[in-house]
């Protein structure tokens, strides 16, 4: 009598994931030199490159003229905490990646940054003096994130330039997985190893909150039902709604005051009027 055994399958083959990159977020405040970061690249054998500044800034940083715009370009990234000229000069121009990678920007635009951060100090003045120490700290440290020396954001500015720089940076990422899946599938390649997508980011804080947010996005926690309701949305209710509605019963109310008063100073005046010329009247009888 022949048995029937159960094939198992290879172990060769791996199953279906639903992103079809193996994403390494690197922070280069924790290496050495650009050098050893591009040393981690190439061991990891990177097929994407993503970079923590934005199309512009990549494009002035690599072009011709880099050379005279390295200085306000590396001004505007200590302030808002994004890669340096030399770092993103050196990975673009590295032979391998050249030859083997895709480099994109996936930072927020440096204006939209900068608008956002001016509209946040114009409001709380107060908070100036802490973003002055953090972007000096940045600078005399070279972007690197000692904790226990640099001074930290402030909330408003964290949530600006870590958190939702981070969100954004994590959806960019998240694009380009979602981007290359049906190309990655479509490959009938002998190759057993995964395409490599490494995210290189300048600072701890910044790289914590990327990969905290590409952790919701792969568990689809990223929408929270529970968070509190923005601060411009606080601000337009009560300007637009409370405000005048506080003021349009002030309004209603003086007005209730002023009717009342001046009813009540043409009674008394009625009463003056009746009570002098009953007394004139009185008078003038007793005189005749």
């Known amino acids: 009598?022949?048995?029937?055994?159960?094939?198992?399958?290879?172990?060769?083959?791996?199953?279906?994931?639903s992103h079809p990159f193996s994403t390494h977020v690197l922070c280069s405040a924790k290496y050495a030199d650009n050098r050893t970061l591009l040393t981690e690249l190439k061991t990891l054998n990177v097929k994407q490159v993503c970079l923590?500044?934005?199309?512009?800034?990549?494009?002035?940083?690599t072009g011709e003229s880099a050379q005279r715009h390295s200085r306000h370009l590396?001004?505007?990234?200590?302030?808002?905490?994004?890669?340096?000229?030399p770092t993103l000069r050196e990975i673009h121009q590295d032979e391998f990646i050249k030859e083997n990678a895709a480099v994109y920007a996936v930072d927020e635009s440096y204006r939209v940054m900068q608008n956002r951060v001016a509209r946040h100090l114009f409001f709380r003045p107060w908070s100036f003096s802490k973003?002055?120490?953090?972007?000096?700290?940045?600078?005399?440290?070279?972007?690197?994130?000692?904790?226990?020396?640099?001074?930290?954001?402030?909330?408003?500015?964290?949530?600006?330039?870590?958190?939702?720089?981070?969100k954004y940076i994590a959806s960019k990422v998240r694009g380009l997985e979602k981007g290359t899946k049906s190309v990655s599938n479509a490959e009938n390649t002998s190759t057993t190893s995964t395409p490599t997508l490494a995210v290189v980011l300048p600072t701890e804080e910044l790289t914590a909150s990327v990969k905290k947010h590409l952790e919701?996005?792969?568990?689809?926690?990223?929408k929270d039902p529970s968070r509190p309701l923005?601060?411009?949305?606080?601000?337009?209710?009560?300007?637009?709604?409370?405000?005048?509605?506080?003021?349009?019963?002030m309004f209603c109310f003086?007005?209730?005051?002023?009717?009342?008063?001046?009813?009540?100073?043409?009674?008394?005046?009625?009463w003056k009027v009746l009570s002098t010329s009953g007394g004139d009247s009185s008078g003038g009888e007793s005189g005749e």
């Open 74 to 85: 590396d001004m505007i990234s200590n302030l808002h905490g994004s890669l340096l000229t």
């Open 1 to 17: 009598m022949m048995h029937l055994n159960k094939v198992k399958p290879a172990s060769n083959l791996r199953p279906r994931s």
């Open 52 to 61: 923590a500044t934005c199309p512009s800034r990549l494009k002035l940083a």
């Open 230 to 249: 923005p601060m411009w949305s606080l601000m337009f209710a009560f300007s637009y709604i409370v405000l005048p509605g506080i003021l349009g019963v």
């Open 131 to 166: 973003y002055y120490a953090n972007a000096k700290g940045r600078i005399n440290g070279g972007n690197s994130s000692n904790s226990e020396k640099q001074t930290p954001l402030p909330l408003g500015l964290a949530k600006i330039l870590v958190d939702d720089r981070g």
């Open 254 to 270: 003086n007005c209730v005051c002023l009717m009342v008063g001046l009813v009540k100073m043409g009674v008394v005046e009625s």
């Open 216 to 222: 919701e996005t792969a568990t689809g926690h990223d």
